[in-house]
């Protein structure tokens, strides 16, 4: 991409996820076995393919992109960024030939406009500051070329308590609103042209945006 920085740190840090190994415990816990069918469907529905550029915001681990890395060869490249050292240097330390992860937050993107083809995230807009999450979904929109596909996937939580709880511990934090309620809201307001939102069980909600 020319650029040896993609992003720089924003003053206002978001709450991040220093335990990379804990939360991948979790997950798995969480998603009932099926974290691997989820998210390869999450990859699917993100609509990328050879040679596509991919970034995923708020990456963590880095598990989204290494099933999306498949699906943009040859060719193609994946970039993850999370705004937690520890789950970069997880993500790196596991990543395919055609991925790339970077410290740095969603909200303070510095890249030229237009680079990517899709832009991704999943679990991460509910930990950037309330304040700056417009901002984030407006870099989004920024850093998509015309006609960039956007897929942002969020918490679906559930009714019993107990379960509630082990979902706040996935998602990093106890959960003090609806995930739901952030890209419903934001996507559209950023410019984007919604395509399709739904559920993917047993976790996850989606929207499925456009750049015009």
Known sequence: MG????????HEH??????????????RLGYAGRRRLVFTQLAA?????????VLDVGCG?????????????????????????????YARHRAPANCA?????????DLPGGPFDVVVSS?????????????AVREMFRVL????????????????PLARRLTGLVSGHALGHDPRETPAALVPAAGFQVQAEGDLWPLLCYVRAVKP
């Open 123 to 135: 679990l991460a807009v509910h930990h950037i500051p309330a304040g700056a999450r417009e901002t």
């Open 145 to 160: 070329r015309p006609g960039g596909r956007l897929l942002i996937a969020e918490l679906r939580p559930p009714r019993r």
């Open 61 to 89: 681990t880095g598990y989204l992109t290494r099933r999306l890395a498949p699906l943009v060869a040859p060719g193609g490249r994946v970039v993850g960024v999370d705004p937690s050292p520890r789950m970069i240097a």
């Open 14 to 27: 978001s709450g991040t996820i220093d335990h990379p190994r804990a939360y991948e415990l979790f997950s």
């Open 101 to 109: 992860y970077l410290v740095g937050e969603g909200q303070a993107l």
């Open 45 to 53: 529905l993100a609509g990328a393919g050879p040679g596509d550029r």
């Open 3 to 10: 650029r040896g920085k993609l992003l720089r740190h924003h």
